[in-house]
């Protein structure tokens, strides 16, 4: 099979391969084109001094890699002139779906694909992701997580030789639900047919 796309080492969640090299080109224009979408689960801190994130909110910052780290992205400030001009168009769609006294569960949907994008928008926000401990480290829960509350839920795309849509769906697992119901999110308004896993197919 062929690797299409990469998840963050903490994340979990969907992961899309291609089972022969035509469905492989097919699908990485999706990717390059952006015709598909991606929705993450990302549950965000909320300091008991700052505002909470409203229901929706998008993230339109410019990413580049880290000046002093290759496994780290950073949004450039205005004054550092070069690093901005070399930074990538970065944009995040987030819609709040869940709440708790510190802890706002949103959906991502990340319209570009920069490396920790969705974590680094979400900390440059002022929410930093639960059980992020390179992006807001400093505003984490008190214990920490026990893992990064970032999952890739689903993701869709068009049949590389239909052109039909297929959605690929992984549920929550049981270890980010256990960090919600320890910070105390009601997980009463999940749709449960949302989170039903659907029959992985491979793509000839």
Excluded at 41 to 58: G, M, Q, R, T, V
Excluded at 150 to 162: V, Y
């Amino acid at each position: 099979p062929y690797v299409l796309h990469r998840l963050d080492n903490p994340t979990s969640g969907v992961l899309l391969f291609g089972k022969n090299r035509p469905a492989a080109r097919s699908l990485a224009k999706q990717f390059s084109l952006r015709h598909l979408s991606k929705v993450y689960l990302a549950a965000l801190c909320c300091a008991d001094d700052a505002a909470s994130p409203p229901e929706s909110f998008d993230v339109d910052a410019p990413i580049a890699r880290h000046p002093t780290s290759s496994l780290l992205s950073w949004i450039p400030t205005d004054e550092d002139k070069e690093a901005k001009s070399r930074a990538q168009r970065a944009l995040t769609h987030f819609r709040a779906v869940g709440r708790a006294a510190h802890l706002v569960l949103c959906e991502a949907r990340p319209v570009t694909g920069r490396m920790h994008q969705i974590r680094i928008h979400a900390e440059h926000a002022g929410w930093p992701i639960a059980g992020d401990t390179q992006y807001g480290a400093a505003r984490q829960p008190n214990p920490q997580c026990g893992r990064l509350l970032l999952h890739a839920h689903s993701l869709q795309i068009e049949h590389p030789e239909l052109g039909t849509p297929m959605r690929f769906v992984a549920p929550i697992p049981e270890d980010y639900l256990a960090e919600l119901k320890r910070l105390d999110l009601d997980l009463s308004f999940l749709e449960l047919t949302s989170l039903k896993s659907e029959t992985p197919q491979a793509i000839d």
